[in-house]
Each structure stands twice: as C-alpha cells, then as structure tokens.
C-alpha cells in the first residue's frame, strides 16, 4: 500500500513532488524604481544543470538574439547541481512584464524566496511543463499567481488551457543552430 500511495501521493494527497526542498540561500531581488516596459525579466535556474534550466538559458539566449532588453534573476532553490560556468546574473528587477521558467508546483517556493517579485506587479507568465493530461491541485493552484501560462509542447498547453481562462500560448523551446565542428570525418580513429 505504501508503494501504491507513493506513486499517487502528489494527486491524491497534494505531497509536493520536492521532497525536502533545499533551503533557500539567496539575496532579495530589488525592484527598479520604475520598471520599464521595454523588455522582460526572465527567472529561472540560470545556473543549475537542470531540463528546465537549460530551457530558461535557451530562452534567454532566443530572447536576447532578438534584441529583447533583458533582466536575468536566477532562482536557487532546487536539489539541480550547479553549472560550473562563470555566468553572472542580475539581481533586479525592471521590466514591468516576468517570465518565469519555474514550474508550477515549485511557484510557491518561488514566492517563497522572491515575495518582491510577486508584489512589482509585474505581468508574470509561467513557462510550465506537465507530462500528465491532468493537472493535479497544487499546481493549479499556482494559476493564481500569474497573469499567463507559456508552455514548451502543445499537450501541456492543452493541459492547462482546459482548467483555465486564462491565456495558454503554446511557445516552443528555442533549439539554437547548429556549429559545424572544425574536424572532418577522417580525423576519428577507426
């Protein structure tokens, strides 16, 4: 029966998926005075191995090559090893519209570690993944906290735009061109 209810507890039971989520060990963000609307703040696990990590740097880059004004924040509360790169990102806020590539279930330890983000009154979309057709209580109840949901594949669009009114776009990762390698074929060894 324990092994049934482990697998059912996050539906059923509303257990959180993170079990033993990491403390929080980062600094407040500070909201500009005026916050421009130019541009967007992207939040997410810049700097951790994570799927989703890699999603938000992909972003990122995808939004920056189209000349978007950008404020990188990066949220540090995940078991995700760190990346070792010297990447360095900001710790303001100043666009009046937030991307948030921080799933649902884990909004709350966003706001959690971040309440300034939440209280700037920025326009804040969530950029969420689901792998389920059904949308379990905890996360829907994330829904609340943002004004949009983006969503990397069509079935998790899906997902959300039938629990919801709000706006469900569908917006596909970014997959960056490919750099040719300097080496040639017969350069491998047999």
């Known amino acids: 029966r324990f092994e049934t209810w482990s697998r059912r ?6 257990v ?17 005075a005026e916050l ?6 992207v939040v997410g696990y810049l700097t951790r191995e994570s799927s989703l990590g890699d999603v938000a740097r992909r972003l990122l880059d995808g939004l920056g090559a189209a000349g978007v004004p950008l404020a990188a924040l990066a949220q540090q509360r995940t078991a995700s090893p760190e990346l070792v790169t ?15 590539v921080v799933n649902a279930d884990q909004f709350p330890a966003l706001q959690l570690d971040h309440p300034e983000l939440f209280e700037a009154g920025t326009h804040l ?33 899906d997902a959300f735009a039938a629990i919801t009114e709000r706006p469900v776009r569908y917006v596909p990762i970014p997959v960056p061109e490919p750099i040719a390698a300097a080496r040639h074929r017969g350069s491998f060894s047999p």
């Open 36 to 41: 421009s609307t130019e541009g967007l703040n």
């Open 125 to 157: 979309i969530g950029y969420w993944f689901w792998e389920l057709e059904f949308v379990p209580a905890p996360m829907r109840r994330a829904i609340d906290l943002v004004e949009e949901i983006w969503a990397g594949s069509t079935f998790v669009a």
């Open 9 to 14: 507890a996050f539906v059923d039971d509303e």
């Open 86 to 100: 010297g990447d360095v990102f900001g710790s303001n806020i100043s666009f009046a519209s937030t991307l948030a």
């Open 16 to 32: 959180p998926l993170l079990v033993g989520i990491p403390e929080r060990h980062t600094d407040s963000w500070e909201v500009d």
